[in-house]
């Protein structure tokens, strides 16, 4: 099993930044694929960013790309998103997710442990 604990949402103005971080636990996170998700009221989940535990590697919704950055520590075993410029079209639940996969995933049904979400609300 696998858990995740998002932290790191909040309140911010438009062109803020705010950094979230997920801590996971629970098993060995080589050949994973960690994502972050949002969900806005009456919306379905988005894809943001996804990492590959192992090498790396990142990948963006074009909605985000220049914009967010997601990054790992290996040692701490936590996820973040760095989100800069931010809008209030970025204002949802961001969602920490993750899957054994050699692809990167980018539907929420393709992964199968999530954290609880955090609220970012972003101000006009």
């Known amino acids: 099993q696998v858990q995740l604990v998002e932290s790191g949402g909040g309140l911010v103005q438009t062109g803020g930044s705010l950094r979230l971080s997920c801590a996971a636990s629970?098993?060995?996170?080589?050949?994973?694929?960690m994502a972050w998700f949002r969900q806005a009221p009456g919306k379905e989940r988005e894809y943001v960013a996804a990492?590959?535990?192992?090498?790396?590697?990142?990948y963006y919704a074009d909605s985000v790309k220049g914009r967010f950055t997601i990054s790992r520590d290996n040692a701490e075993n936590t996820v973040y998103l760095q989100m800069n410029s931010l809008k209030p079209e970025d204002t949802a639940v961001y969602y920490c997710?993750?899957?054994?996969?050699?692809?990167?995933?980018?539907?929420?049904?393709?992964?199968?442990?999530w954290g609880q979400g955090t609220q970012v609300t972003v101000s006009s």
């Open positions: 997710a993750a899957v054994w996969s050699i692809g990167v995933p980018r539907y929420s049904h393709q992964y199968d442990y």
């Open positions: 629970g098993r060995t996170f080589s050949m994973y694929v």
């Open positions: 990492i590959n535990w192992t090498s790396g590697r990142t």
